[in-house]
Nanobody, 122 residues
Framework: QVQLVESGGGLVQAGDSLRLSCAAS????????MGWFRQAPGKERVFVAG??????STYYADSVKGRFTISRVNAMMYLQMNNLNPEDTAVYYC?????????????????WGQGTQVTVSS
């Protein structure tokens, strides 16, 4: 089992920055690829960014490429979000996968955190 706890969400204005954190515990966290997903009200959960086990390979959704940066250090994963806009408003989830490659498929992630709310006002 892997336990994931997100933090860092909040209410910001358009153009602001925010950094989300995900604390992982349980099984050897270094054996898992990790990712960030988000879910806006009334919409399905979608992939935002992913990072492989060693942290040297990342992948981003087109909607956040160039604005968001995913990183990991030991048992922590981060999502640096810059130039936020109202379309980024959602609950953000961190997730862990046993896959070797970085994947955007929601079904590939076996472990999920409880989510943290990010709200961007215009």
């Amino acid at each position: 089992q892997v336990q994931l706890v997100e933090s860092g969400g909040g209410l910001v204005q358009a153009g602001d920055s925010l950094r989300l954190s995900c604390a992982a515990s349980g099984r050897t966290v270094g054996n898992y690829g990790m990712g960030w997903f988000r879910q806006a009200p009334g919409k399905e959960r979608v992939f935002v960014a992913g990072i492989n086990r060693s942290g040297d390979s990342t992948y981003y959704a087109d909607s956040v490429k160039g604005r968001f940066t995913i990183s990991r250090v030991n048992a922590m994963m981060y999502l640096q979000m810059n130039n936020l806009n109202p379309e980024d408003t959602a609950v953000y989830y961190c997730a862990a996968t046993g896959r070797l490659d970085v994947t955007a498929r929601t079904t590939a992630y076996a472990y999920w955190g409880q989510g943290t709310q990010v709200t961007v006002s215009s």
